[in-house]
């Protein structure tokens, strides 16, 4: 008995002994710290499938928008489509707004195009991504909705990304990079992109702007906004710092592939007079694969671009 008694002791032992080093294990492997190859890699594996991402290079993403003003609170619907062809991009989104109708954001043959809302002013989201393109020379903007989301070209894009780690979204743990553009950034100004920790989907990017690099000239208030607001919001925009966060959701399959079918833009202001806030909600609701564009598809032709 005291024999059995031993061995038992033993087992019992042998048995934590073996829990521990799993957990051990286990917690090594968690910890470890993944390389942006690694993450990137995962990422477009979370996308779907290598040869049909190829084949969707022609792609449009069609839904309905809403532009919301915080304080005071005003909610503008209307509808978007967002396309792109592996090279260029086309977002455009229509608002029930006299003073900001329409928005429209366009890289053309590696050229940034954002025309003018009204009166020769731009929207403060035209005004932002106008400002500091390299949202979109980066082919950082839109993310995978577009086939311009740099992760899936097969080409090398200027750029430095270093991984920041793990980090937590509400109760979503994600990982975090961070990316330098070859140009660099201005001290203060930065830009991540967060991955779900689980299935590597692009989840967020944020970028935060200290001030305005190329100032914000002829950018508005838009929304309930007249001649001499606007003038005053024009002059006021490069004394701010600015938060633009892209936030991508309800990520399913459509067309083969797992695409964002929620997409919110989020701009938050900072300066001397207070903070101002302003969202773009997208609620994409089809996605085509097109079998060609038209020749001047992506132009915004007969719109100024400033």
């Known amino acids: 008995m005291r024999c059995l008694g031993y061995l038992g002791t033993i087992w019992r032992g042998g048995i934590i002994v073996l829990s521990l080093f799993v957990f051990a294990e286990t917690t090594s492997l968690y910890a470890q710290k993944l390389s942006p190859d690694e993450i990137i890699a995962r990422h477009i594996a979370s996308i779907g499938n290598a040869d049909l991402i190829s084949r969707s290079k022609r792609l449009m993403a069609i839904g309905s928008s809403e532009f919301v003003r915080h304080r005071p609170e005003q909610h503008v619907p ?3 489509v967002l396309a792109s062809d592996g090279s260029d991009m086309a977002f455009f989104s229509t608002f029930d707004s006299t003073d900001y109708p329409m928005e429209r954001i366009g890289l053309f043959n590696d050229k940034v ?3 003018t809302v009204k009166m020769g002013s731009r929207s403060p989201l035209g005004g932002f991504l106008k ?11 839109g993310g995978v909705i577009l086939s311009t989301w740099r992760f899936l070209s097969s080409s090398t894009l200027p750029g430095k990304f270093e991984t920041e780690g793990k980090k937590k979204i509400g109760d979503r743990e994600v990982w975090v990079l961070s990316y330098t553009p070859k140009a660099g950034l201005t001290g203060g100004s930065t830009i991540k992109l967060f991955f779900d920790a689980g299935n590597f989907q692009h989840v967020r990017t944020v970028y935060r702007q200290k001030e305005a690099e190329n100032a914000f000239g002829g950018t508005s208030n838009t929304v309930g906004a007249t001649k001499d607001t606007l003038n005053s919001w024009n002059s006021g925009m490069a004394n701010n710092d ?20 929620e997409y919110s833009i989020t701009l938050v202001v900072d300066g001397h007079t207070g903070t101002t806030e302003f969202t773009w909600n997208f609620a994409i609701q089809e996605y085509r ?3 060609q564009f038209p020749g001047d598809f992506f132009t915004f032709k007969g719109a100024s671009a400033g």
């Open 113 to 115: 195009n954002i025309p």
């Open 131 to 141: 400002s500091w393109d390299k949202t979109l020379d980066g082919r950082i903007f």
């Open 289 to 291: 694969l097109i079998k």
């Open 78 to 80: 209307g509808r978007a």
């Open 242 to 261: 600015f938060t633009l966060t892209e936030d991508y959701s309800d990520i399913r399959g459509d067309i083969g592939l797992a695409l964002p079918h």
